[in-house]
C-alpha cells in the first residue's frame, strides 16, 4: 500500500489527475473506473485541463461508474449521469458510447445489474478504479453490512450516507434511498486502485479502513487485500498517519 499525504489540495488534484493522465498517455485505450461525490472533482478539473493543454486523449478509453441513483432521471441535476458531464465528460474527447453508468431508471433494476456485470466482463478488467470513502467506511455505496456483494446489485442507502449527501439536494427527503453499485468484487479486481480522500472528518474512517481489521461492517478495510492500492490524502485527513 503507498499511502501519499499532500499539504494543499492543488498538488492533491495534480497527483491524482498525473497517475490517470499518465496511465492514458501509456496505455491509450485503458478502461478506467470513476466516482462522483465531493472528493473527485478537483481531479477531474486537472484532467480537463490536461486535456485541454493536448496532453491527453480520451478517445480509445472506456469508463465505468461506480454508481448511480435509483429512480432520479438521468437529466437531474444531481443524477451521476448529470455530474460526470458536468465535471469531465462534456469536457473531454471520451466518445459517449465508452461511458458506462448504471440506468437508476431500468424498468428492471436486476436485470441493469446483470447487464452492467456483463459489460464490465466484456470490459475484462479495470485498470484503474478511482474511490472515495464515506463516513461509515462504504466504498461505490457498498454500504456496512453484515455481508457484502460481490457484483453489481441495488443497495438501500444508509440514512448517514443519505444525511451526507443531503447537501446536494432541497431537503433530505429528497435524497434518493436506494442506489445501484458496482459490488467489492468488481472493485478489487481492478489492477489498481486509487484512494483519495479529503477533510479532517475523514481522518479516522480512513485510518481505521486502512489499519484495522478487515471486516464488511467497515468496507473499505477490504482495500488492505488490494496488491496495488494507491491512497491520496489531504493533510487533515491524513493526519492520523504518521
Ligand atoms: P464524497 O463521497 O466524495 O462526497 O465525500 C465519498 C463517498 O461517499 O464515497
Redesign the pocket.
Known amino acids: 500500500m503507498n499511502i501519499h499525504t499532500f499539504k494543499n489540495e492543488k498538488e492533491l488534484n495534480e497527483a491524482g489527475a498525473g497517475i490517470i493522465t499518465g496511465l492514458v498517455q501509456m496505455q491509450p485505450s485503458a478502461v478506467l473506473g470513476l466516482?462522483?461525490?465531493?472528493?473527485?472533482v478537483g481531479i477531474y478539473e486537472e484532467l480537463v485541463k490536461a486535456h485541454k493543454k493536448g496532453h491527453v486523449s480520451f478517445k480509445k478509453v472506456t469508463t465505468f461508474n461506480l454508481d448511480e441513483y435509483v429512480g432520479v432521471p438521468e437529466n437531474h441535476p444531481e443524477s451521476y449521469h448529470t455530474y460526470m458531464k458536468q465535471h469531465l465528460f462534456d469536457h473531454i474527447d471520451l466518445p459517449a458510447d465508452h461511458a458506462n453508468i448504471p440506468d437508476g431508471n431500468a424498468a428492471s433494476l436486476e436485470e441493469e445489474c446483470l447487464r452492467y456485470n456483463r459489460e464490465l466482463e466484456k470490459a475484462k478488467q479495470i485498470d484503474l478504479q478511482l474511490?472515495?470513502?464515506?463516513?461509515n467506511g462504504?466504498?461505490?455505496f457498498n454500504e456496512p453490512d453484515h455481508s457484502l456483494v460481490s457484483g453489481t446489485h441495488v443497495v438501500k442507502l444508509k440514512p448517514e450516507?443519505r444525511s451526507?449527501?443531503a447537501r446536494y439536494f432541497a431537503s433530505i427527503d429528497e435524497v434518493p434511498t436506494h442506489a445501484l453499485t458496482m459490488g467489492v468484487g468488481t472493485i478489487l479486481k481492478a489492477k489498481s486502485i486509487l484512494l483519495v480522500v479529503?477533510?479532517a472528518d475523514?481522518a479516522d474512517i480512513i485510518h481505521r479502513a486502512l489499519t484495522g481489521p478487515i471486516q464488511t461492517e467497515l468496507p473499505a478495510t477490504l482495500l488492505q487485500t488490494h496488491p496495488n492500492l494507491v491512497v491520496l490524502l489531504d493533510a487533515d485527513a491524513g493526519r492520523l498517519f504518521v
Open positions: 466516482a462522483t461525490g465531493g472528493t473527485p474511490l472515495g470513502i464515506g463516513h462504504h466504498i461505490g450516507t451526507a449527501n479529503r477533510g475523514k
